[in-house]
């Protein structure tokens, strides 16, 4: 009966470790992350063209990884601690680096509760560069499954993952 109890008590042990390594292990790959970046831009595309008032999605990092956040009429010019914070989706831990780049600029790197990615898409589905909309072109993806790049393509309001 003891050996029972024992081997019971290592086994809910092994699976409360396993489901903890999971968990980080899925935060942990660059690939997901630029995955579900890729979808949320599909979704707020589709979003903007949809409903009235204008649809802000924000990728940003805080001290225990990056999220993405989407409000509406709600244009940020800088990080805001009040609507950006844990409450939106965690998309990778911080073994992953983010970046924005614009073109004939070198890249940011988004640090803790400081730089923010702004994407703004007009009604008609392309983006949104004015001077409260779209404030990057390319977002850089560095970690744990190589590095990868969502490009964002004006014209047309589509992006393409490299």
């Known amino acids: 009966m003891v050996e029972m109890i024992v081997?019971?008590?290592?086994?809910?042990?092994?699976?409360?470790?396993a489901v903890s390594l999971i968990g980080h292990i899925h935060y942990a790959n660059a690939m997901k992350a630029v995955e579900t970046v890729?979808?949320?831009?599909?979704?707020q595309r589709i979003l903007s063209m949809s409903r009235k008032g204008t649809q802000y999605l924000y990728l940003y990092r805080l001290e225990d990884g990056y999220y993405?956040?989407?409000?509406?009429?709600t244009p940020l010019t800088g990080f805001d601690e009040t609507l950006l914070n844990d409450?939106?989706?965690?998309?990778?831990?911080n073994s992953i680096e983010i970046s924005?780049?614009?073109t004939g600029e070198a890249p940011v790197l988004l640090e803790p509760k400081n730089q923010i990615i702004r994407i703004v898409f007009k009604r008609?589905?392309?983006?949104?560069v004015?001077?409260?909309?779209t404030n990057t072109d390319r977002i850089l993806f560095q970690g744990n499954g190589?590095?990868?790049?969502?490009?964002?393509?004006?014209?047309?309001?589509?992006?393409?993952?490299?």
Request: aromatic share 4%; net charge negative; charged share 25%.
């Open 38 to 43: 890729s979808d949320w831009l599909d979704r």
């Open 68 to 73: 993405l956040q989407s409000l509406e009429d």
């Open 124 to 128: 008609s589905g392309v983006f949104n």
């Open 130 to 133: 004015n001077a409260d909309g």
């Open 7 to 17: 081997t019971i008590a290592i086994a809910a042990i092994l699976m409360g470790a």
């Open 87 to 93: 409450s939106g989706v965690k998309i990778c831990n």
């Open 146 to 162: 190589g590095a990868h790049t969502i490009r964002l393509i004006e014209e047309t309001g589509k992006h393409i993952v490299d």
């Open 100 to 102: 924005m780049e614009k």
